[in-house]
Protein backbone atom coordinates (compact mmCIF):
# COMPACT_ATOMS: atom_id res chain seq x y z
CA UNK A 1 0.00 0.00 0.00
CA UNK A 2 2.62 2.38 0.77
CA UNK A 3 5.09 1.47 -1.73
CA UNK A 4 2.26 1.85 -4.09
CA UNK A 5 1.63 5.62 -2.34
CA UNK A 6 5.31 6.52 -2.66
CA UNK A 7 5.61 4.76 -6.83
CA UNK A 8 2.74 7.26 -7.73
CA UNK A 9 3.79 10.30 -6.14
CA UNK A 10 7.51 9.78 -7.37
CA UNK A 11 5.93 9.10 -11.37
CA UNK A 12 3.55 12.55 -10.19
CA UNK A 13 7.28 14.15 -9.46
CA UNK A 14 8.70 13.18 -12.38
CA UNK A 15 6.39 14.24 -14.90
CA UNK A 16 5.76 17.72 -13.28
CA UNK A 17 9.50 17.56 -13.34
CA UNK A 18 9.54 16.79 -16.76
CA UNK A 19 6.86 19.32 -17.82
CA UNK A 20 9.32 22.26 -15.46
CA UNK A 21 12.13 21.36 -18.09
CA UNK A 22 10.22 21.25 -20.95
CA UNK A 23 8.97 24.66 -20.35
CA UNK A 24 12.10 26.41 -18.43
CA UNK A 25 11.34 30.15 -18.97
CA UNK A 26 7.86 29.89 -18.58
CA UNK A 27 8.56 28.38 -15.04
CA UNK A 28 11.23 30.67 -14.10
CA UNK A 29 8.95 33.53 -14.48
CA UNK A 30 6.44 32.15 -12.45
CA UNK A 31 9.04 30.95 -9.58
CA UNK A 32 10.20 34.81 -9.59
CA UNK A 33 6.85 36.41 -9.13
CA UNK A 34 5.76 33.90 -6.85
CA UNK A 35 8.69 33.86 -4.39
CA UNK A 36 11.73 36.44 -5.29
CA UNK A 37 9.05 39.29 -6.15
CA UNK A 38 7.38 39.50 -2.61
CA UNK A 39 10.85 38.46 -0.94
CA UNK A 40 11.94 42.16 -2.73
CA UNK A 41 9.29 44.14 -1.88
CA UNK A 42 9.29 42.46 1.86
CA UNK A 43 13.42 43.64 1.82
CA UNK A 44 12.64 47.35 0.27
CA UNK A 45 10.03 48.08 3.50
Known sequence: MLMRFVHRWKSYFVSSLHRFLAQPSLN????????VEPSFRLLSF
Open 28 to 35: LMLFYYQM
